[in-house]
């Protein structure tokens, strides 16, 4: 869908934001960049849109390169979300969620009925807050309008760059759980910048952790945590050594299950079959009911598995040190 060969930015002052860059990123899936301050993710998901020009390398999109999409139709096809919020504040929020709607010269009856569908998924009474001003939303409230804003036009692919760190961490937590089941239903392809490894954990299909302007691993969150590359990798994750084999807890996995309340079951399997495995491997949909000796003993979703093993990771860690 979206694919990296050997990229690199160099901006005029010499400084090298991103150094050959290849990666492909997958339809539908949420590819999560993460890394310390400075080394090129911003750059990396800018150039996505062509609100930075590469030096080297090639961007292509369906295999088409980005530099050959004409650019206003790169721009509406694609969605951008950033950390500030940037609706603007003169204009209603229906008005702000139909700007790039009114530009594909929509009906207005067409663009009428996404607003209200748009605030419906994120929990925006629709005839309550169509007609009022960013000013007159909460900071969370306005985040999901800036969130729904790049769906609009119902978008290929949605570039995120940090778009909850302004939040305090209970409207955060809450819009991070709306995304993910967001991202569920609608299945688009997701590119999201973030320097928090937990919300990296929670959210990405895969995530491609990069240090001065190179990629340093890329992988699913339970490769990463079970199998950090390097040093590097280890220390960003909070491990400072070599990471053994996860023994599950069961009681464990089934209390947080519980609390991130994920539900919807997809299959089941008994206590007796090779549990870790299973748990390793499950999808982000999926939610397993699981049994011993014929008796549902309870549920478990990837969320709780992930944050789990992230949890005996850093403990194991901390006791080596
Ligand atoms: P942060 O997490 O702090 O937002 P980042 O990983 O997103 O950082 P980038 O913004 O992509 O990093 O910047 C990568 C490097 O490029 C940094 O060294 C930065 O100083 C440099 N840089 C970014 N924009 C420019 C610019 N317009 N001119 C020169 N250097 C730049």
Redesign the pocket.
Known sequence: MIEFDHVTKK?S?G?T?VNSLTMKIKEGEFLVLI?P???????TLKMINRLIGLTEGTISINGKKISDYNIHELRWNIGYVLQQIALFPHMTIEENISIVPELKKWKRYKVEKRVSELLEMVGLEPDKYRSRKPGELSGGQQQRVGVVRALAADPEIILMDEPFSALDPISREKLQGDLADLQKRIKKTIVF?T?DMQEALKLGSRICIMNEGEMVQLGTPEEIIQNPKNQFVRDFIGVHSEVPETPFNLEDLLRRSEQNGVSGETRTISIHANLPETLKRLSVEEVISVEKNGRKVGTINRQAVIEYMADQTKKRGQSHE
């Open positions: 901006y002052d400084t934001a890394g301050s400075g080394c090129g993710k911003t750059t910048v320097h």
